[in-house]
């Protein structure tokens, strides 16, 4: 069992910076890849990034690739670095826990409960 707890949202403007932070706790962590996911009022939830267990691998969607940055340390913490930000990038923010095909899919064995993200223009 995997828990994952989000932290690090608020408000910025536009251009401004955000760094978000995953907690995992459970004996398992080191074996799942982790991802990032977003859900804007309205639409469906969207994949944003993904790393894999070892982190030597990263992956991105396509709207935030070069702006967003996704990293694990052996703390069981994984962190999505948010730069340029846009009022598209407005929505909940889900960490999630499962292997790296299923994530760049869109689903997850593990889910956390979210962190809103605000970007104002």
């Known amino acids: 069992q995997v828990q994952l707890v989000e932290s690090g949202g608020g408000l910025a403007q536009a251009g401004g910076s955000l760094r978000l932070s995953c907690a995992a706790s459970?004996?398992?962590?080191?074996?799942?890849?982790m991802g990032w996911f977003r859900q804007a009022p309205g639409k469906e939830r969207e994949f944003v990034a993904a790393i894999t267990w070892s982190g030597g691998s990263t992956y991105y969607a396509d709207s935030v690739k070069g702006r967003f940055t996704i990293s694990r340390d052996n703390a069981k913490n994984t962190y999505l670095q948010m730069n340029s930000l846009e009022p598209e990038d407005t929505a909940v923010y889900y960490c999630?826990?499962?292997?790296?095909?299923?994530?760049?899919?869109?689903?997850?064995?593990?889910w956390g409960q979210g962190t809103q993200v605000t970007v104002s223009s």
């Open positions: 459970g004996r398992t962590f080191s074996s799942y890849s």
């Open positions: 999630a826990a499962g292997f790296i095909s299923g994530l760049r899919k869109g689903e997850s064995v593990y």
